[in-house]
């Protein structure tokens, strides 16, 4: 599917995780990535490509494979898993950055100091701004 439209296929491609991808094209330079793909695998396996310079798409749907009612309810399952530990894993990240924020942006409510910046601008400094956009000037 992907070399029908000139991608160059190398590495780990194609990755059927249902997240956009980008691959060089044949004629591409160095660094250049002008195929965008969205591949699925779980359930029936699927996906869509495009070439952004010449504009030509593919989609495809395996068809003629007929699994047994307890294969499709294991792939489900398998599938239902994998969608739920990158669920996990995205909130871990959320969380780990909100964690991290809210340490680097600790509210000063207490002991507000005067600054070059609020000199230079003539203004007081306020209680509660943020430490970090204050270090910054």
């Known amino acids: 599917m992907l070399r029908a439209i000139g991608a160059v296929v190398v590495g780990e491609h194609p990755i059927m995780y249902g997240e956009a991808q980008r691959i060089p094209a044949v004629n591409d330079k160095r660094g250049e990535l002008t195929i965008f793909y969205v591949a699925h695998?779980?359930?029936?396996?699927?996906?869509?490509?495009?070439?952004?310079?010449t504009k030509q798409?593919?989609?495809?749907?395996?068809?003629?494979?007929?699994?047994?009612?307890?294969?499709?309810?294991?792939?489900?399952?398998?599938?239902?898993?994998?969608?739920?530990?990158?669920?996990?894993?995205?909130?871990e990240i959320y969380e780990a950055t909100a964690a991290?924020?809210?340490?680097?942006?600790?509210?000063?409510?207490?002991?507000?100091?005067?600054?070059?910046?609020?000199?230079?601008?003539?203004?007081?400094?306020?209680?509660?701004?943020p430490l970090l956009l204050l270090k910054a000037f």
């Open 41 to 53: 695998a779980d359930g029936v396996p699927n996906g869509y490509a495009e070439n952004n310079r």
């Open 100 to 129: 991290r924020l809210g340490e680097e942006l600790r509210i000063n409510n207490s002991g507000v100091k005067e600054t070059q910046y609020h000199k230079a601008k003539g203004i007081e400094a306020t209680p509660g701004a």
């Open 57 to 91: 798409v593919i989609r495809w749907k395996a068809t003629g494979q007929h699994l047994s009612p307890e294969a499709k309810a294991e792939l489900a399952a398998q599938a239902e898993q994998t969608r739920y530990a990158r669920k996990q894993a995205e909130c």
